[in-house]
């Protein structure tokens, strides 16, 4: 019922950057809070970088002063501007909807995921 389709991932060197794109619906946009996780093979998932409805963000710290999240709520869109890429950003990227301050859809949401590549 939860649908976060991720886009914009791909292969890069290390310095480079990508956009990662990720399209809800309305509903999930005005009810959820939304944000980016990650997860590296054999490590856990981890969050990313959040964005409330204020449009404050939180970052890992060892991302901040590299990416930028941002959303168009015109668009329902969820954005993660990466620059300054490192190999140790190389995972599988989600976009997640944090819905477990409401009563429907209630949960921690993700979508589908969307591979970063980062090489030296």
């Known amino acids: 019922q939860v649908e976060l389709v991720e886009s914009g991932g791909g292969s890069v060197q290390a310095g480079g950057s990508l956009k990662l794109s990720c399209a809800a619906s309305?509903?999930?946009?005005?009810?959820?809070?939304m944000g980016w996780y990650r997860q590296a093979p054999g490590k856990e998932r981890e969050s990313v970088s959040s964005?409330?409805?204020?449009?404050?963000?939180t970052y890992l710290e060892s991302v901040k002063d590299r990416f930028t999240i941002s959303q168009d709520k015109l668009k329902n869109t969820l954005y993660l501007q990466m620059n300054n890429l490192k190999i140790e950003d190389t995972a599988v990227y989600y976009c997640?909807?944090?819905?477990?301050?409401?009563?429907?859809?209630?949960?921690?949401?993700w979508g589908q995921g969307t591979q970063v590549t980062v090489s030296s």
């Open positions: 309305a509903f999930i946009f005005q009810r959820c809070e």
């Open positions: 964005i409330s409805n204020d449009g404050s963000a």
């Open positions: 997640a909807a944090d819905c477990r301050r409401v009563t429907w859809p209630r949960g921690l949401h």
